[in-house]
């Protein structure tokens, strides 16, 4: 069982207020793109990485690369607006494997069990998505006011990455392309097309890097790691 890894990395990282790309910003001395990067060089069972990215800052991401030693990465085209548009930029360019997972590049603390038990479910039933119960009291709210409590029990909070066999990502992306169809994820792609995608529980380590509270998270999850 074999998988390739598109990771988008040609978003703005507004959030994260620093004037750059988040995936250049560094953990502990590293790059948060190269600490993901590295997880899915070690997996025996990944057999190539795709980045969609900034036509300006290709040349910045390729000297990371080989600068951290990475043999994985089949190409990095060029991203689109939107999230599933550079997915869809790497899809097109790939051959046929077993399997392909979407991986946030700013989620560098992914267990290499969850990748493998995404796997396992995603080659079996067809899609699998990496999650977490939520913790907290959810409540539906308008303008203001609390209409109604939710129970949790329901609610997942969802990660990546998220699993597909092959031709039923390529089905559902090369769908959505063609009757303008845009989702907030791949897994909605998927379900648009009539696959049931099922949840696989994840960490909550597996934080992504999103602002910069998120990098203190950061920093303290590889400094548990190291101890």
């Not at 080989?66 to 994985?72: P, S, V």
Request: proline share 2%.
């Amino acid at each position: 069982m074999k998988y390739e890894v598109v990771l988008p990395a040609a978003g703005s990282g507004s959030r994260m207020g620093a004037g750059m790309n988040k995936l250049f910003l560094q953990l502990n001395g590293t790059s948060i793109l190269v600490h993901t990067l590295r997880v899915f060089e070690a997996d025996d069972k990944c057999t190539g990485i795709w980045l969609a990215v900034k036509d300006a800052e290709r040349e910045q991401i390729e000297q990371l690369i080989r600068e951290a030693g990475i043999q994985k990465v089949k190409g990095l085209p060029t991203g689109g607006a939107e999230r599933q548009h550079s997915v869809r930029s790497c899809l097109v360019q790939m051959e046929p494997t077993d399997l392909v997972m979407v991986h946030d590049a700013a989620r560098p603390f992914i267990l290499q069990d969850t990748i493998d038990r995404l796997a396992e479910v995603a080659l079996e039933k067809g899609a699998a998505i990496a999650g977490v119960r939520v913790k907290d009291t959810m409540k539906i709210v308008r303008e203001g006011i609390i209409e109604e409590t939710v129970d949790r029990d329901m609610l997942w909070s969802i990660q990546t990455p998220q699993a597909f066999r092959y031709d039923v990502l390529k089905e559902a992306s090369d769908v959505a392309d063609k009757v303008g169809f845009l989702g907030t994820d791949e897994a909605m792609l998927v379900e648009n097309i009539g696959y049931d995608v099922h949840i696989v529980e994840s960490s909550y380590e597996n934080v992504k890097m999103t602002t910069k509270e998120d990098l203190l998270f950061g920093e303290a999850i590889l400094k548990s790691r190291e101890q």
